[in-house]
């Protein structure tokens, strides 16, 4: 545990507010302290504590490990390892007396108590700092030490009198400082940032003050020491860096009773000169002498430090490790070495003896000051490896700073996201505009095939036109044009129409190049012999050919038609233009171009609108999910309110009956957040009360803006005992709106099924949907499969081979490809043992447990590290065993193995090795995991073994974008959408389209799925007049003999109202989830089902039996509505119990 050492009182306590020091340096190289002064009375030594962070861990002189000369910038630092200390504990329990004889020393190290020194002051006489410098350094200390004496002779002066004479003093200065200018600078460590305190070059004087008047500059002082305030400085270059440089310039010596008017020799009483910068080196030399009598070797000034505050840090380096070294630097950090790092320059002052300072700035969120101070390289005084730490005086404490932290990283994320978003936009923009531009030119390249296929169309139309047609038809005048309005006559008699009473003419031109352009009513003509009829018609101006049909309706309403045997009736109509003219067919290429714009924006924007609207569904299906999930635990616990947002505070509920804890007197509450990685650790156990509804425990809690996970567990007493841990697994409830995310996991499937491109059975679709849906969570997501020579490569994306390697004597190639967006690598052994044509039925043992061993393999030899590598059924579960007892040896070791049993049925030798092997189990329903609790594969290894409910891929069953069915459709328009696929359904199948309910069955025809009820389910639709449609196959051929049997009887009976599909049909699927009025599930036993869950998303009712799965997602309308509502849901189908005929009928005698 770590443990601060922590002052008994505050540091430095004052009655009144400490001094606050900024230097100016004027032109002429005279270095003078601006300075405004509050009143102050002397204090103790300044409180110096050490930390024990083990954040540098330096030894105190010279070491070997080279240390960053360069900048620590700011931001966040990892928090220091907590550690016991023995002494540090000891340390920590001194009284305060003690304290203050070890202040601003090594802990341990102090000899006696400091005698009180005499209020006292001392000042900084300003002095020529040039190169030819009329005084030297002993005349230098022997004014100091008159003025001195002077000093403690000093009468005593009003506040009032203070304030005039500082006016004074700055006004002299700034006249001195602005006649003169000449800006200076600061040397630094190469490679490192400026100080944060220290000034560069001020051309105005700058004043310590917050209150300061506006005839001063209060600024951040950057790159010049606190030294050079002080009398006699020398050129300060003189630093880290080694060069020194010099003006030889004579410049007049302004003594302190010529600034301040103020004579050093004025027997006046000592606060009177607390105002003079002669009191602040008095004071800061008494500061020195007093920490050099005890034996510490630094201390800080203002001796009281506050955040957003100037102070200087002084090092006695003689009596530290850095004794012989040239240059003193210090580096830290606030906040116990967590914010905000920073190194500075240290330079050597006029104090007597070796201090060496700096400025730095104390940020207004900082409550700890931790440091150490070193060569540039790798010569450290650290303390004795615990570094110095001092307390701020701060409004922000270590719970408040955490919560700043956060603030920080919620900015910095949402500036991150806002870049991420906006490279997103602007990506997406070019994708588009590349898009778009794509588009176009295949929308130019189609108009310009469209107008040469019309060009040749035409032409060999002009071929066969003429002007008229012997007593069939002709165009009255005989010389027309284009634009002109003629007559056409046609005669009636011997043709189609020659019994209608109703004649018009449908026409168009240019080989019907605009389509259906004109209609016109043809009448009786009394001026010609014959039945003739005729009809005033405009010809379109650009028109080459007029073509035209005769019917006996206008368009729309006809029935019976003239279109001279099929071939359409064509006159030439002559022209300006022709045929060859480029200007027309320019013309016409822009009008087809346009054309296909339009349709495509228009296209477009249909997708888009449907993406968006299946988006807001999608979300709000998945919200509807996360609220049914927190409803169906309620019984057991649950939070106030039901959403945990992050940043908030809520009350978590729970129900001890239910669980483990039943009947003890006392429930603790044990949490913390992220999985049980929060930085602030584990909450502070906490003891649950009597909620409001009687049955429930309650207690409180505050939920970070970082946390994405709330993870807790019960027990009986405050140090442990019983614990309720959800069987191992914990509790854990999702939290919204954090500012962190879960960190991504690695995830292989290794599986022989995956949906749509190998699919067998339900552990295809699992395998798809789920990947997708973990994979949508943010986590990295592949699946390995054999490659098959019978997959349905029309579904992979960008197939190619990738690599190859050995293995077994075999060599093996490695495709890759994209399927439904996931990352697939296909394994393709070259002594074909997957080049069978089928995925099972083959020597199954052999050649799968070959290739999960190669799949493992493979992932060694790439390089990969899962986390988590999933295998499924039997027929990967060698993958379990072969990791643990081989690969996790050999380069595999940081992955975990979780094995899902989809069904029981089959390889139970294999499944109960992959039990024992496994770090943990599931199956595809909670009900299933219990039916088979028993089983002797499964009971030994139960403790590890889990349901968790299958589910399907909302976007791949969806009737809003299936394409398999004629309208798309949601919740609003189910009616419409469902009797659109019923009516497509009957008319496909030929049933009788007939308002009557269907009974559809989906299904592979085994045992396990309830054949024997399925041909009664059958008979008793159709005899209650309703119709069926069955699409499965049966892997055992007798079953699907029977079937086709049963088929061909079933057809003869009762034709128009039964069709049964022995067959695989993935589109007609689809369309009988969506046409049928119920989908028939009657299993034996399920372990999860799919089939209903597909049922209810196309809006049809699920008739099933009572088992596995079915049991757990169908809620009967007349006998499950307390169960349903429970958990949050609706009754939503039929069931029955029983695995004979009457079962059935109870079921469907309800519904048909």
């Not at 200065?173 to 100080?195: D, F, M, N, R, T």
């Not at 019976?560 to 016409?588: C, K, L, M, T």
């Amino acid at each position: 545990m770590e443990m601060n050492l922590r002052a008994q009182n505050p540091l430095c306590s004052r009655g009144r507010p400490a001094l606050v020091v900024r230097p100016s340096a004027a032109a002429t190289g005279l270095t003078l302290s601006v300075i405004r002064c509050s009143r102050f009375t002397r204090g103790e030594l300044v409180r110096c504590m050490v930390s024990s962070s083990d954040y540098p861990k330096r030894n105190p002189r010279s070491t070997s490990t080279s240390k960053s000369k360069g900048v620590v910038s700011g931001g966040y630092a990892s928090r220091p390892t907590a550690e016991s200390s023995t002494k540090k504990i000891d340390l920590s329990s001194n009284d305060e007396g003690d304290f203050s004889r070890t202040n601003w020393s090594l802990y341990g190290e102090a000899t006696e108590q400091a005698s009180p020194a005499e209020e006292s002051s001392q000042v900084y006489l300003p002095g020529d700092n040039s190169s030819t410098a009329e005084r030297d350094e002993a005349g230098i200390e022997e004014e100091a030490d008159q003025i001195q004496s002077s000093a403690l002779s000093s009468v005593s002066v009003d506040d009032d009198s203070i304030d005039r004479k500082l006016d004074e003093y700055r006004g002299k200065i700034s006249a001195l400082v602005s006649s003169k200018p000449e800006p200076s600078s600061l040397a630094s460590v190469a490679g490192q940032s400026e100080s944060v305190g220290g000034v560069h070059g001020q051309e105005e004087p700058v004043t310590g003050s917050e209150d300061h008047d506006s005839s001063t500059v209060d600024a951040h002082i950057k790159g010049r020491p606190f030294a050079e305030a002080v009398v006699g400085y020398k050129d300060f270059t003189e630093s880290a860096a080694g060069k020194a440089t010099s003006e030889n310039e004579e410049e007049p010596v302004i003594s302190l009773e010529d600034v301040v008017g103020l004579s050093t020799d004025a027997e006046e009483e000592f606060p009177v000169s607390e105002d003079d910068p002669e009191v602040l080196l008095r004071r800061l030399q008494e500061l020195a002498d007093e920490n050099d009598s005890i034996g510490n070797n630094c201390f800080v000034f203002p001796e009281v430090v506050k955040a957003d505050s100037m102070i200087d840090i002084y090092l006695n380096r003689s009596m530290s490790a850095l004794a012989s070294e040239s240059n003193v630097f210090v580096k830290g950090a606030f906040n116990s070495w967590r914010w905000n790092a920073f190194t500075e320059t240290m330079y050597k002052g006029e104090l007597r003896g070796d201090w060496w300072c700096c400025k730095l700035y104390i940020p207004k969120q900082a409550y700890r000051l931790d440091f150490v101070f070193f060569n540039g390289d790798t010569v450290y005084e650290n303390n004795n490896h615990n570094d110095f730490f001092m307390e701020i005086e701060s409004d922000i404490d270590e719970h408040s700073f955490e919560d700043f932290l956060v603030e920080e990283k919620q900015k910095e994320l949402e500036r991150l996201a806002a870049e991420e978003a906006e490279r997103k936009r602007q990506a997406e923009e070019e994708r588009r505009r590349a898009e778009e531009r794509a588009a176009m030119e295949a929308d130019r390249a189609q108009a310009k095939s469209e107008v040469e296929m019309k060009k040749e169309k035409l032409r060999q139309m002009l071929s066969s036109a003429s002007r008229d047609a012997d007593n069939l038809w002709f165009i009255e005048p005989n010389t027309y044009r284009g634009g002109d309005r003629v007559r056409l006559y046609y005669h009636r008699s011997s043709r189609p129409l020659m019994h209608n009473t109703e004649i018009w003419m449908h026409g168009g031109y240019n080989n019907w190049i605009d389509g259906l352009s004109i209609a016109e009513r043809l009448v009786k003509s009394h001026e010609k012999e014959g039945d003739w009829w005729y009809a005033e018609v405009t010809l379109p101006e650009r028109a080459l050919v007029l073509d035209w049909v005769f019917a006996d309706g206008p368009p729309g309403n006809a029935r019976n038609y003239d279109n001279n045997g099929r071939q359409d009736f064509h006159a030439i109509v002559p022209n300006n233009i022709s045929i060859s003219d480029d200007i027309f067919w320019v013309e016409e290429e822009h009008k087809i171009f346009a054309r296909l714009q339009q349709e495509r924006r228009e296209r477009e924007g249909a997708e888009r609108i449907k993406a968006e609207r299946s988006a807001k569904m999608k979300a709000e299906m998945k919200e509807k999910t996360m609220r049914a999930f927190l409803l169906s635990q309620k019984h057991i616990v649950y939070t106030e309110p039901l959403e945990v947002r992050a940043g908030t505070t809520v009350d978590v509920l729970y129900n001890p009956s239910n669980t483990v804890l039943n009947g003890k007197p006392e429930v603790w509450f044990r949490g913390s957040f992220n999985r049980w990685t929060h930085p602030s650790g584990p909450l502070p156990p906490q003891k649950m009360v009597k909620a409001e509804n009687g049955s429930h425990l309650r207690t409180t809690v505050r939920v970070p803006l970082d946390a994405y996970m709330m993870d807790f567990v019960f027990s009986e007493s405050e140090g442990g005992g019983i614990y309720d841990n959800r069987n191992g697994m914990d509790y854990h409830i999702p939290v919204s709106d954090s500012v962190a995310r879960e960190p991504p996991m690695h995830i292989v499937h290794i599986a022989v099924e995956m949906a749509p491109i190998a699919k067998v059975g339900g552990l295809g679709d699992v395998v798809t949907s789920l990947s997708r849906a973990v994979q949508d969570l943010g986590h990295k997501v592949e699946v390995i499969l054999p490659k098959y020579d019978c997959l349905n490569l029309s579904s992979v994306k960008d197939l190619h081979y990738q690599q190859s390697f050995t293995w077994g004597g075999t060599e093996i190639k490695v495709w890759f490809g994209k399927v439904e967006d996931l990352p697939v690598y296909f394994l393709e052994p070259q002594n074909g043992m997957f080049w069978v044509g089928c995925v099972y039925g083959r020597n199954d043992e052999s050649r799968f447990g070959f290739f999960c061993h190669s799949a493992l393999e493979f992932l060694l030899q790439k390089g990969s590290s899962p986390d988590i590598i999933h295998c499924h059924d039997w027929s990967s579960a060698p993958v379990a065993w072969l990791y643990k007892e081989q690969y996790a040896l050999n380069g595999l070791g940081n992955g975990r193995i979780v094995f899902t049993i989809h069904n029981l049925e089959f390889g139970a030798h294999h499944i109960s090795k992959a039990m024992a092997h496994c770090d943990k189990a599931t199956t595809v329903s909670d009900t299933y995991s219990k039916e088979v609790a028993g089983h002797g594969a499964i009971a030994p290894h139960y403790y590890k073994f889990y349901g968790i409910r299958n589910g399907i891929d909302p976007d791949i069953w969806d009737p809003y974008t299936d394409n398999f069915i004629p309208v798309h459709y949601t919740s609003v328009n189910v009616v419409e959408g469902k009797s659109a696929a019923k009516k497509a359904l009957q008319q496909m199948l030929g049933l009788q389209q007939i308002d009557t309910p269907v009974v559809g069955i989906i299904t592979r025809l085994t045992v396990q799925k309830g054949i024997h009820l399925i041909k009664h389910a059958m008979y008793r639709a159709l005899e209650r007049n309703g119709q069926v449609v069955l699409l499965g196959s049966a892997p055992d051929p007798r079953i699907q003999g029977d079937f086709t049997n049963l088929a061909s009887k079933l057809h003869g009976e009762y034709h128009g109202r039964v069709k049964l599909c022995l067959t695989y049909d993935e589109p007609l699927s689809h369309l009988i989830y969506a046409g049928a009025d119920f989908i028939l599930v009657p299993s034996i036993f399920e372990p999860c089902g799919l089939t209903q869950l597909i049922a209810m998303r196309y809006g049809s009712i699920p008739i099933v039996r009572k088992t596995g799965g079915l049991y757990d997602t169908v809620f009967d309308v007349d006998n499950d509505k307390d169960r349903a509502q429970a958990q949050g849901l609706e009754p939503n189908g039929f069931s029955f119990e029983g695995a004979d005929s009457s079962g059935v009928d109870y079921a469907l005698d309800r519904q048909v």
